[in-house]
């Protein structure tokens, strides 16, 4: 058995250690071998063939794609690249219905610290109810009822080997703890007394920002009773004590004024273009004034993305059920911000840290960098 | 349907059906879903060989040290490089095809005749 971050990541035995290991290689081969001799094809080969005839690859992104699906050999890429992501959720599946009854036993038992409040009546928005997310099967809304984590424990897991090893290994945090350095670098002096993480799936990032605020209440929302009691045992067993509810991030139950600091970890990409300015009025009416909100997102711009990166952006969102993977990229989000009454709004590129510092020298910039590498950050200030 | 709706969502025509990159060909494409799977059983066993071999090297095992058998890091790194050559010779065909098409001007000229 291999050894578990925290009480309630799901045990890997022997074999099923080594499947996901071997996912993970065919991920990277797929990504690292392969993806770059598309990327060459397309943007090295037929970008300037079609320029000399006067024409741009970037508009014609769309026909591309359907001129490719005609080779056998992108279809094979494409249907490969959908059965690793299959393989990857299967494969975690089958080890956390493995031990899922004790993970339940050791979830209602981890009595100390925060709280979950689940919602039978409640119905997820259709950006999310449609496909699901990512083809994790279930989507992140499935609750099999009372007492159920399965949801949770198969999120969790597999976005371990999802990122890669990128995004802080096992805990998943380094976006927690780069939203931190956001905050830090903008306000060296802040001390939150109230913070509410919108889209906070198992408290990924929810957690890691607690840890540097010890006296402050700390809220987490999102849309599935099985993430969020998951979320609650997970985040009590590294030491945090948050207060998890099942809520749509455009319509929250709390009261005006209720939050020092309102946050979200790569959640904007799986909204809307109708819900991204409900989300910014609603972090708007539950900041006090002199409240802060800042939204961590993939940095990637449309307008920037070369032909290939287009088609593998159509790619994404249709056949990895990212469906609001372009509209994001294409959106002025800082816009919905400043129209939503936010001061003092920034937006640039925060390089990703393992831990915050306080202290540390500024690095928010205004130059792009690669996934993982740096964040898009959007923050503004309520007067 | 490639346009983004009003919402700026994209979903695929039928989104509630699993994607289907060889509609003619059905079986291709759950062969290749088969052919994944059996690379990480492939994978899988090769592991379990290799704690083997590295148990038995330090001298006597049972099945209970196999389970428990935690590889080092570079016992790690050694599968790592093991598993990306197996899934190189395995999808050797794909990566072959694919260098192909990057020096075939013909090929190229077929895939620029798009309607726009």
Known sequence: M?????????????????????VVGLKNFLMRQLEPKWRALVDEKLTPQLAAEGRDAKEEYRALERSLARLGAYRTWQQLT??????????VGECVDRQLPELERRASDATAGGSVRTDPQFRP????????????PGGYAEDRGEGDVRQGAVFDKAAALYHMGRNGGELNDVRGHTLVQHYFDRFPQATPQRILDMGCTVGHSTTAIAGYFPQAEVHGIDVGGALLRYARARS?????????????AETTDFADGSFDLVVSSAVLHETSFKALPRIMREAHRLLRPG??????????????????????????????????????????IAQTVRDAGFADVASGYQP??????????????????????????????KR | MTELDPE???????????????????DVGRLLGMITALTGEIAMLRARLDTHERLAAAGGFDRSKVEAYQPDAAALAERMADDQAMIGRVFK???DELDRLLEDPVVQKTLLEIDR
Do not use: C
């Open chain 1, 2 to 22: 291999s050894t578990t971050p925290h009480a309630m990541m799901p045990e890997a035995t022997h074999d099923e250690a080594a499947r996901f290991a071997h």
């Open chain 1, 82 to 91: 959908v059965s690793a992501q299959e393989e990857m959720w299967r494969s």
């Open chain 1, 125 to 136: 928005p259709r950006y999310l109810s449609t496909v699901d997310i990512h083809l994790m």
């Open chain 1, 236 to 248: 009590a067993s590294l030491g945090a004590s948050i207060h998890y509810s099942q809520q749509n």
């Open chain 1, 291 to 332: 409240g802060v909100m800042m939204h961590l997102e993939v940095p990637l711009r449309f307008d920037t993305a070369s032909a290939w990166n287009r088609v593998r952006g159509l790619f994404e969102a249709l056949h990895n059920n990212e469906p609001f993977w372009i509209g994001a990229q294409q959106a002025d």
């Open chain 1, 352 to 381: 990703a840290v393992r831990v915050a510092d306080r202290a540390a020298e500024p690095r928010f910039t205004s130059t792009p960098g690669p996934v993982h590498v740096v964040w898009y950050l959007l923050s503004g200030v």
């Open chain 2, 8 to 26: 700026g969502l994209v979903f695929r025509d039928d989104p509630s059906k699993r994607s289907s990159f060889f509609a003619a060909q059905a």
């Open chain 2, 93 to 95: 065909p794909l990566a």
